[in-house]
C-alpha cells in the first residue's frame, strides 16, 4: 500500500469529463518479475481539505473486477463500524461479502476429481514429458513463432477497429461506504491504455448505467457532437 498526498484540483478529479492521464497519478502499478508477482496494488492519495481517493490495480490472472468490488465494500464496511458505530472489533461480514471457499458445492457427476486424484503420478509425468518436449521445440526457432495464427483475437475483419467493455453494472463499486457516504466518482484509468469503454452502475441510484469512455480530443469532439443531436426530439408525418 502506497500513501500519497497532492494539491491537484479535487473537484476537476471527480468531473465527469477530465482528460485521462490525470487520473494516472493516483494508482500504482502491480510489482511483477520473474519469480513472483503481486496480486494488489493500492494507493490512498490524500487532497488536503477536500477529500481523498483510492486507486488500485490488479493482477487480473488472481483477481477480477467482481473480487474487487466485494473486497472494497467489505473493507469499506469494517472502516464504517469502526468510525461511525465506535466498535473496537468489526462485526462478521454479511453473507453476501463473505468469502465462500467450499468447494464441495461443485458438482462432479463424471468423478473427474477422484480420477485426477488416483492417477496424479501418471498426470504429473505426463504433463512434465509434454512441457520438456514443448521447450525442446523451442531451441531452434522463436518463442514467437506461429503466435500469431494462434490467437484467439485476430479472426476480425481488416480495418475494422476493436473496442471491449470492461466492467458491468452488477459490481455496486458506489456501494463502497467507509463513513463519509458514497464515493463522488469511480473510473477506470487504463481505458485510454488498452482501446476500451467501463460499464458500472448510476451514482445517483437510478437504477441507470454509467459509461466511461476516452477517445483522442477530434474524435470526442465528433462523439459529444453525435450524441446532441441523438437528444434532439424528432418529428414523423405520415402522408
Same mark, same amino acid.
Not at 511483477?32 to 477536500?50: E, G, R, V
Not at 468490488?69 to 454479511?94: H, T, Y
Not at 463424471?110 to 496424479?120: A, F, K, P, Q, V
Given at each position: 500500500?502506497?500513501?500519497?498526498?497532492?494539491?491537484?484540483?479535487?473537484?476537476?478529479?471527480? =468531473?465527469?469529463?477530465?482528460?485521462?492521464?490525470?487520473?494516472?497519478?493516483?494508482?500504482? %502499478?502491480?510489482?511483477?518479475?520473474?519469480?513472483?508477482?503481486?496480486? &494488489?496494488?493500492?494507493?490512498?492519495?490524500?487532497?488536503?481539505?477536500?477529500?481523498?481517493?483510492?486507486?488500485?490495480?490488479? %493482477?487480473?490472472?488472481?483477481?477480477?473486477?467482481? =473480487?474487487?468490488?466485494?473486497?472494497?465494500?467489505? #473493507?469499506? @464496511?469494517?472502516? @464504517?463500524?469502526?468510525?461511525?458505530?465506535?466498535?473496537?472489533?468489526?462485526?462478521?461480514?454479511?453473507?453476501?461479502?463473505?468469502?465462500?471457499?467450499?468447494?464441495?458445492?461443485?458438482?462432479?457427476?463424471?468423478?473427474?476429481?477422484?480420477?485426477?486424484?488416483?492417477?496424479?503420478?501418471?498426470?504429473?509425468?505426463?504433463?512434465?514429458?509434454?512441457?520438456?518436449?514443448?521447450?525442446?521445440? &523451442?531451441?531452434? @526457432? !522463436?518463442?514467437?513463432?506461429?503466435?500469431?495464427?494462434?490467437?484467439?483475437?485476430?479472426?476480425?475483419?481488416?480495418?475494422?477497429?476493436?473496442?471491449?467493455?470492461?466492467?458491468? %453494472?452488477?459490481?455496486?463499486?458506489?456501494?463502497?461506504?467507509?463513513? #463519509?457516504?458514497?464515493?463522488?466518482?469511480?473510473?477506470?484509468?487504463?481505458?485510454?491504455?488498452?482501446?476500451?469503454?467501463?460499464?458500472?452502475? !448510476?451514482?445517483?441510484?437510478?437504477?441507470?448505467?454509467?459509461?466511461?469512455?476516452?477517445?483522442?480530443?477530434?474524435?470526442?469532439?465528433?462523439?459529444?457532437?453525435?450524441?446532441?443531436?441523438?437528444?434532439?426530439?424528432?418529428?414523423? #408525418?405520415?402522408?
Amino acid at each position: 500500500m502506497k500513501v500519497a498526498e497532492s494539491s491537484a484540483d479535487f473537484d476537476h478529479l471527480c =468531473s465527469e469529463v477530465h482528460d485521462a492521464i490525470e487520473s494516472h497519478p493516483y494508482v500504482s %502499478n502491480v510489482s511483477i518479475s520473474d519469480t513472483i508477482a503481486s496480486t &494488489l496494488a493500492i494507493q490512498i492519495t490524500l487532497f488536503p481539505n477536500k477529500g481523498f481517493c483510492i486507486g488500485h490495480t490488479i %493482477n487480473h490472472a488472481v483477481l477480477d473486477g467482481l =473480487s474487487l468490488s466485494f473486497f472494497m465494500n467489505a #473493507w469499506a @464496511r469494517i472502516c @464504517r463500524q469502526l468510525v461511525d458505530e465506535k466498535m473496537e472489533i468489526p462485526g462478521l461480514l454479511p453473507e453476501e461479502l463473505t468469502p465462500f471457499f467450499n468447494r464441495t458445492v461443485v458438482q462432479d457427476p463424471e468423478g473427474l476429481d477422484m480420477w485426477r486424484r488416483s492417477n496424479e503420478r501418471e498426470w504429473v509425468a505426463y504433463v512434465a514429458k509434454r512441457l520438456a518436449e514443448m521447450i525442446k521445440g &523451442l531451441e531452434n @526457432r !522463436s518463442i514467437f513463432e506461429g503466435a500469431k495464427e494462434r490467437l484467439p483475437y485476430n479472426d476480425w475483419e481488416p480495418d475494422i477497429r476493436q473496442v471491449r467493455a470492461s466492467g458491468t %453494472n452488477r459490481f455496486g463499486m458506489y456501494g463502497a461506504d467507509f463513513g #463519509w457516504g458514497k464515493p463522488s466518482n469511480v473510473e477506470v484509468t487504463t481505458l485510454d491504455r488498452v482501446d476500451a469503454f467501463s460499464i458500472m452502475e !448510476s451514482k445517483d441510484e437510478s437504477g441507470g448505467v454509467e459509461a466511461g469512455l476516452v477517445l483522442k480530443e477530434h474524435e470526442m469532439k465528433l462523439f459529444d457532437y453525435i450524441l446532441d443531436e441523438l437528444k434532439r426530439p424528432f418529428y414523423v #408525418w405520415h402522408i
